[in-house]
């Protein structure tokens, strides 16, 4: 078997980055070398705990949690998503605390080590907002050419916003740094609301992985917080996992079925801020291009997503 890949989660825990990672462990085509995280979800210092507990859940609290931006690049959010993920981020379930301390490098350090040590290209699957990625950007350029792929679930070409109306969250929470990264040469995959919407994870997947051991039981009950607010929100009878999407375009390359597209990002502070503007009128050749998710097989991503989880579980 090929060497796995060094991979990178840069994230703001969060039921469904809860999820993502606990995927990206389950996976053997990838190997976790690092998490970073970021305000988002909940406050930063709540992302790092949760951060730090789901990886002890997974017995992988060897895997270093370095600590990102506590807020965006310019502007303040003005609400955060504690009423989806609840106040702790985790749909109100408690983790036991994990015995590892935090890395004691800032998060862009963290990744620019890793990027300019790895023996082969890391993927970094960015499932937050995108502060820690246009810092990495702009203090540590070189080693941000390194990146292999750079695998965002943020943004929507077509399926409007979920936060506001124009506005899908991660672009919304730090549409600066959104705009610094589509517009970079960083090879980068979005994996926007487009094919996140449809592919909702039902409650026969969930009792799947949760029968199948002690960790797919928590991971059930942190998730039936969230599908409560799908039930809501989007009317759908499951789970949007939107995060573990993206990560299993970092696992499985080509999961996906991508457009390279011109992207900016709006950054202006009226109603339409943090709207993602794909330009779908004919596929971009520029070298800032971002291959924009359009195609997705829902049933076999969500089938994919539940037999790694049952996997992990089971031991
Ligand atoms: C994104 O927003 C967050 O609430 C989720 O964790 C996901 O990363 C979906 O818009
Ligand atoms: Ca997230």
């Known amino acids: 078997m090929e060497q796995p890949t060094p991979l990178v989660i840069d994230t703001d825990p969060g039921i469904d980055d809860a999820v993502a990672i606990l995927l990206a462990l389950a996976s053997p085509e990838v190997d976790l070398r690092l998490v970073t995280t970021v305000h988002g979800n909940v406050d930063l210092a709540q992302t790092t705990e949760n951060a730090l507990r789901v990886l002890h859940l997974a017995g992988r609290s060897d895997v270093p949690v370095a600590v990102g931006a506590r807020g965006p690049l310019v502007h303040p959010m003005a609400e955060r998503a504690g009423h989806v993920h609840g106040a702790a981020g985790l749909?109100?379930?408690?983790l036991p605390p994990s015995p590892a301390a935090v890395d004691?490098?800032?998060a862009v350090v963290a990744l620019a080590d890793l990027l300019t040590t790895a023996e082969q290209p890391v993927?970094?699957?960015a499932i937050g907002p995108l502060t820690n990625i246009a810092l990495l950007l702009a203090v540590y350029p070189e080693a941000?050419?390194?990146i292999g792929r750079l695998v965002v679930?943020?943004?929507s070409a077509g399926a409007g916003g979920n936060v506001t109306p124009a506005a899908e969250f991660n672009a919304w929470a730090d549409?600066?740094?959104a705009q610094a990264v589509f517009s970079s040469t960083v090879p980068t995959v979005m994996?926007?609301?487009d094919v996140t919407l449809p592919t909702v994870l039902g409650a026969d997947g969930v009792e799947r992985f949760a029968a199948?051991?002690?960790?797919?039981?928590t991971a059930g009950a942190i998730l039936r917080q969230y599908m409560d607010h799908a039930r809501r929100t989007y009317g759908v009878d499951g789970v949007v996992v939107h995060d573990a999407l993206a990560v299993t375009e970092a696992v499985v390359p080509g999961t996906l079925t991508t457009v390279p597209r011109d992207v900016v990002v709006d950054t202006g502070l009226g109603a339409t801020r943090g709207l993602t503007l794909v330009d779908r009128r004919e596929p971009s050749g520029s070298a800032t291009a971002v291959q924009v998710a359009e195609g997705v097989d829902s049933a076999a991503a969500v089938e994919f997503l539940v037999s790694r989880l049952a996997a992990l579980a089971a031991g």
């Not at 749909?91 to 408690?94: A, L, T």
């Not at 199948?212 to 039981?217: K, Q, S």
């Open 212 to 217: 199948a051991g002690p960790l797919g039981e």
């Open 175 to 177: 549409p600066e740094a």
């Open 191 to 193: 994996v926007g609301l």
């Open 153 to 155: 679930m943020g943004g």
């Open 123 to 125: 993927t970094v699957c």
């Open 91 to 94: 749909g109100g379930v408690q």
């Open 104 to 106: 004691p490098r800032p």
């Open 144 to 146: 941000a050419a390194r």
